[in-house]
């Protein structure tokens, strides 16, 4: 085996280890303004081995924009935790929607 092969067996087996960490990291948002009320979706049919994910209001980091709900593959043994708002203070915090 060469070294050039060597490295990049080294390099994907990092990279293979590094995806589980990569793919569960959450995002949080403080910001000092409030969202807006929810919107009112119209939930469509349940489909079977979907989990529906409902909209919640995102940060851009200027205003709050609607991200629309969706369907999302079910994770057997998983509950899906939705997007939410939370006021700590004079502070509004965001985490977003993972699964337990």
Do not use: C
């Not at 994907?12 to 807006?36: E, H, K, Q, S, T």
């Not at 043994?77 to 337990?100: I, L």
């Amino acid at each position: 085996m060469s070294i050039k092969t060597a490295t990049l067996f080294v390099a994907l087996g990092i990279g293979a280890m590094a995806a589980p960490m990569i793919g569960n990291a959450r995002v949080f948002v403080d910001i000092d303004v409030a969202p807006p009320a929810p919107q009112v979706e119209i939930v469509p049919a349940a489909r079977v081995g979907y989990v529906w994910a409902p909209g919640y209001w995102n940060y851009d980091g200027h205003q709050h924009v609607w991200s629309n709900g969706h369907y999302i593959r079910e994770h057997r043994g998983h509950q899906w935790v939705n997007d939410s708002w939370e006021q700590r203070g004079t502070r509004w915090h965001h985490e977003a929607g993972h699964w337990n």
